[in-house]
């Protein structure tokens, strides 16, 4: 088992910085001119470690019983009216990928409502000073610098398919004595609604100190 104290700091010295970026430097990055770019710290045969850095996103969130494709229309609804100028400067702004999904862990039994939180992230021209929501349920705010356990998979993103890669992700950290946030994860897209091949997941969990890749090489 391979712990990584030190090394994410040294790492950031020899790579480019994570930032928004052009999406040609992430392969899975093919329908936005803009993507999240990230540093990858080390990855093993089922989940990868990765470094982002602080950037904005525009936010807003809903409250659902379980299924997440319900809050997911009418949340992605109202983000897409910021970009396409709903915002005090009637400005138009560039879609960029990924697409989030803050999963929040279900309270209160079978009939209790779920709370979800779907983000856009804002392109490298706005990162600086976005321009205001007009509508009071959208909100822009930061990430900090974090790093990310992170499972990939294809297919169409749904509730089930979310929570089994999910489940199958926390397992597995969960083997290796991993520490990361609990209470939530994170959902996160790259395609079109209109994509219909090669799509492209993950699942995301927050590490709250050094992250753990055992039987991995360090990325240089």
Not at 19 to 28: A, L, M, N, T
Not at 86 to 93: A, R, V, W, Y
Not at 124 to 134: E, V, Y
Not at 164 to 169: M, V
Request: aromatic fraction near 14%; glycine fraction near 6%; include cysteine.
């Amino acid at each position: 088992m391979i712990y990584l104290p030190g090394l994410v700091g040294f790492l950031l010295v020899l790579t480019a910085e994570a930032k928004v970026g052009d999406s040609s430097q992430v392969e899975f990055c093919s329908e936005t001119e803009e993507c999240l770019l990230f540093d990858l710290i080390c990855e093993t045969e089922t989940y990868e470690v990765r470094h982002y850095d602080s950037v904005k996103w525009v936010s807003t969130e809903e409250t659902y019983y379980y299924m997440m494709e319900f809050a997911s229309y009418k949340s992605f609804r109202r983000l897409f009216d910021y970009i396409t100028g709903g915002n005090e400067n009637g400005q138009k702004i560039n879609m960029t990928t990924p697409v989030v999904m803050k999963m929040h862990e279900k309270k209160g039994g079978f009939f209790a409502t779920n709370r979800f939180t779907m983000s856009f992230l804002l392109p490298s021209d706005c990162q600086k000073s976005p321009p205001k929501p007009t509508d009071e349920k959208v909100y822009i705010h930061d990430t900090p610098d974090m790093n990310v356990y992170v499972r990939s998979y294809g297919g169409w993103m749904t509730t089930f398919s979310d929570r089994k890669h999910a489940d199958s992700l926390s397992s597995d950290l969960d083997l290796v004595n991993a520490n990361y946030e609990q209470g939530f994860h994170l959902a996160v897209g790259y395609n079109s609604p209109m994509t219909m091949f090669n799509r492209h997941n993950e699942v995301w969990f927050l590490a709250e100190d050094d992250p753990v890749c055992p039987s991995s090489e360090e990325m240089d």
